[in-house]
T-cell receptor
Framework: AQKITQTQPGMFVQEKEAVTLDCTYDTSDQSYGLFWYKQPSSGEMIFLIYQGSYDEQNATEGRYSLNFQKARKSANLVISASQLGDSAMYFCAMRELRGSARQLTFGSGTQLTVLP | DVKVTQSSRYLVKRTGEKVFLECVQDMDHENMFWYRQDPGLGLRLIYFSYDVKMKEKGDIPEGYSVSREKKERFSLILESASTNQTSMYLC???????????????FGPGTRLTVL
């Protein structure tokens, strides 16, 4: 079974609008972390935001926020006021503490295109 | 700033060749990782290392080996390159694991390998 599922291969959003990128995860651990990375066309992976499983508040970093719904096992990324520079591939990832603790498991990604 | 560098951005090799991909980090990180990235599959972990001369298999180690003789350098080796190893290869590093699920991985720019 997929540990991280991103069901939107591609998304379009108008500049200055908000967009939500979906991510669901599967784990039996109580302690885990969820990460979002951005990958522009240049290829480098840029860390955006992190949410711990015990964090009660949704994580926010500037225009990025993480809509964490633990019971539904979802960790959607919300980008407010989209900019042209937000066009990129976005990956959701999870880190479980049990077992191979250093491993991040990534989803298949969502290609976001911001339209002018 | 953390810097992770990879020896080549683009590489073209022939089937059967031995291929070395080099990764160097300058933040004295204990953990280093090799991923491959394919469209629709996200990033998949090939191998990782949590100390010099230590290595562990990731999800897709077949056809690859690694070497970590120095803390800052982690090499990925394709003993006999095949066309199905044509892919983007990403190296990452992180600091030692604590008890928290948070541990950001810092990525290199990637090497796009083509095997003809």
């Amino acid at each position: 079974a997929q540990k991280i599922t991103q069901t939107q291969p591609g998304m379009f959003v108008q500049e200055k609008e908000a967009v939500t990128l979906d991510c669901t995860y599967d784990t039996s651990d109580q302690s885990y972390g969820l990460f979002w990375y951005k990958q522009p066309s240049s290829g480098e992976m840029i860390f955006l935001i992190y949410q711990g499983s015990y964090d009660e508040q949704n994580a926010t970093e500037g225009r990025y926020s993480l809509n964490f719904q633990k019971a539904r096992k979802s960790a959607n990324l919300v980008i407010s006021a989209s900019q042209l520079g937000d066009s990129a591939m976005y990956f959701c990832a999870m880190r479980e503490l049990r077992g191979s603790a250093r491993q991040l498991t990534f989803g298949s990604g969502t290609q976001l295109t911001v339209l002018p | 700033d953390v810097k992770v560098t990879q020896s080549s951005r683009y590489l073209v090799k022939r089937t059967g060749e031995k291929v070395f991909l080099e990764c160097v980090q300058d933040m004295d990180h204990e953990n280093m990782f090799w991923y491959r990235q394919d469209p629709g599959l996200g990033l998949r972990l090939i191998y990782f290392s949590y100390d010099v001369k230590m290595k562990e298999k990731g999800d897709i180690p077949e056809g690859y080996s690694v070497s970590r003789e120095k803390k800052e350098r982690f090499s990925l080796i394709l003993e006999s390159a095949s066309t199905n190893q044509t892919s983007m290869y990403l190296c990452a590093s992180s600091s030692p694991d604590g008890r928290s699920s948070y541990n950001e991985q810092f990525f290199g720019p990637g090497t796009r390998l083509t095997v003809l």
